[in-house]
T-cell receptor, first 115, second 114 residues
Framework: DAGVIQSPRHEVTEMGQEVTLRCKPI?????LFWYRQTMMRGLELLIY????????DSGMPEDRFSAKMPNASFSTLKIQPSEPRDSAVYFC?????????????FGSGTRLTVV | GENVEQHPSTLSVQEGDSAVIKCTYS??????FPWYKQELGKRPQLIID?????GEKKDQRIAVTLNKTAKHFSLHITETQPEDSAVYFC?????????????FGAGTRLFVKA
């Protein structure tokens, strides 16, 4: 298995622009998580899905952030409009809890810089 | 809300010495406690985990202990090597309820000096 695949690896955008981050989870994993990592706040859970259904989005900072999972093999995290304080590394992770596998496999992350 | 506290934030040891990282959690319903290692510029990777029905688990040079009564768990690395240098995150999670949310500690930056 290729693991969790995220794209792009790096994104530099101007304030006010729309940003879309993409994630392909491990095949067969029934949970998908979006985390944001910064030096100040560490690893923050933004939202997670179970079988493509959003379960908890209480970590989404504000209405500028939205996430979708249209099928079991793809999820997006969108920021519109982006702001400099959104600069961070965004990780997607998946887990096969349905198989009794509770650990997370993280993707390589997307380093977002908003200027 | 749920919280995981991790200490120390930075740890420096001599190669060959042991390193211990400690965490406490607030949610008494947590029953799964993973540890992740993140090397500089890389993704966090699961290195060991423990469930609440077990007090200790070992895998080669790393071990984890859990005290459910005190809501403490710890990571022990013996015979440290330079490649152990990384940030280590503890985490606590519920797995037996409708939700499945993992709360991470703030991380411990471990330096192993050769």
């Amino acid at each position: 298995d290729a693991g969790v695949i995220q794209s792009p690896r790096h994104e530099v955008t101007e304030m006010g622009q729309e940003v879309t981050l993409r994630c392909k989870p491990i095949s067969g994993h029934d949970y998908l998580f979006w985390y944001r990592q910064t030096m100040m706040r560490g690893l923050e859970l933004l939202i997670y899905f179970n079988n493509n259904v959003p379960i908890d989005d209480s970590g989404m900072p504000e209405d500028r952030f939205s996430a979708k999972m249209p099928n079991a093999s793809f999820s997006t995290l969108k920021i519109q409009p982006s702001e400099p304080r959104d600069s961070a590394v965004y990780f997607c992770a998946s887990s096969g809890r349905g198989r009794g596998n509770y650990g997370y496999t993280f993707g390589s992350g997307t380093r977002l810089t908003v200027v | 809300g749920e919280n995981v506290e991790q200490h120390p934030s930075t740890l420096s040891v001599q190669e060959g010495d042991s390193a211990v990282i400690k965490c406490t959690y607030s949610d008494s319903a947590s029953n799964y406690f993973p540890w992740y290692k993140q090397e500089l510029g890389k993704r966090p990777q699961l290195i060991i985990d423990i469930r609440s029905n077990v007090g200790e688990k070992k895998d080669q040079r790393i071990a984890v202990t859990l005290n459910k009564t005190a809501k403490h768990f710890s990571l022990h690395i013996t015979e440290t090597q330079p490649e152990d240098s990384a940030v280590y995150f503890c985490a606590a999670s519920r797995t037996n309820t409708g939700g499945f949310k993992t709360i991470f500690g703030a991380g411990t930056r471990l330096f192993v000096k050769a």
